[in-house]
């Protein structure tokens, strides 16, 4: 049964003048104008994310929108993600570090957040989960582990500079005395190599690589590789997302050469003056757990840590949802991982990651 026929005669929804429906091929266009001009919406919901998610991990998603007299009044993209080891859960989204419904008003929204309750009933989830950039529901359940860091360009590469705290530009400065250079690539395989590594030695399985040439095929030049090379080496790369006037560097790694030349700073600062030379005006450094490494090293370059809230629908299970790697039962495999091959470890880990969402 499509979402349309399930939702359209139920008198839940006769109170608002609007249709519940689910995007299907040729929809997308239409979903994406209401994205792009939308105060409230991000990246992660523009229509491209369900067939990420579709082809590179294989989850079932319903990208619903309210529609009043053929014009959008709101759109919510759901994934479901069904794990003998991580759970059943319906989100908006996973993969994706903001989400939720986006909708002209309240009354909208209240419409598309029942419609993703009562699929979530019908899937029998073990909860339903909205990633929100702003607190919607302070009586749901929710997860206080991460914060996000954004803080707008000035238009004048030079003033970014210097407002980079001291110790972090001396860092920036070193990568640059280094001689590194910034180079964009069309594909992923520089940026692969570099990510793998990261994340290996951090004892976190990786993402597949069709996962990310899917990024880059489907987000085309709104998704741009940037590889930070020495004497032609890659030692560090980017993988960043572009939305509206905002850069968004989303996954990023270096090899073990990267701290010796400092590779990290300059790939982000590079990043920053590309960005403004180009005349973006908000650097988004992302999603970080609170009291991490991460956390701490956005800190450092002067960015102010934003609570993110992400709310719970809890259908089945009696508690919010506890996948952090600080956890504690997570510690030894994480040991396991990092002892692992890297060959190894990038043949086995996207079988894991595509069920943690």
Known sequence: MKMSEQVSGS???????????????????????????HPDATFFHRSGWKMVIEKAFGHKTW??????????????PLAEVNSLLFGHSLSALPFCVYGGVVAKNDLIREQ???????LAKQLNVDYLEFRNFHSVHADWPHKDLYVTFRKEIDPDVDKN?????RKQRAMVRKGIKHDLVGEVDQNIDRFFYAYSSSVHRLGTPVFAKKYFRLLKSIFAEDCELLTIVKDGKTISSVMSFYFRDEVLPYYGGGTEEARQFAANDFMY??????????G????????SKRNSGSYSFKKNWGFEAQPLHYEYRLINSAKVPDHNPANPKYRFFIKAWQKMPLVVANLIGPHIVKNLG
């Open 11 to 37: 008198e839940v929804y006769a109170a608002v003048p609007a249709v519940i429906r689910e995007m299907q091929a040729g929809d997308e266009a239409r979903w994406d104008h209401f994205v792009m001009t």
């Open 63 to 76: 990208f619903l929108y309210a529609e009043n007299n053929g014009e959008l009044q709101g759109v919510l």
């Open 112 to 118: 598309l957040e029942r419609a993703a309750q009562d």
């Open 161 to 165: 500079l210097l407002e980079i705290p």
């Open 269 to 278: 600062w590079e990043l920053m003056r590309r960005s403004c030379e180009r």
């Open 280 to 287: 973006y005006k908000l650097f988004d450094f992302g999603r």
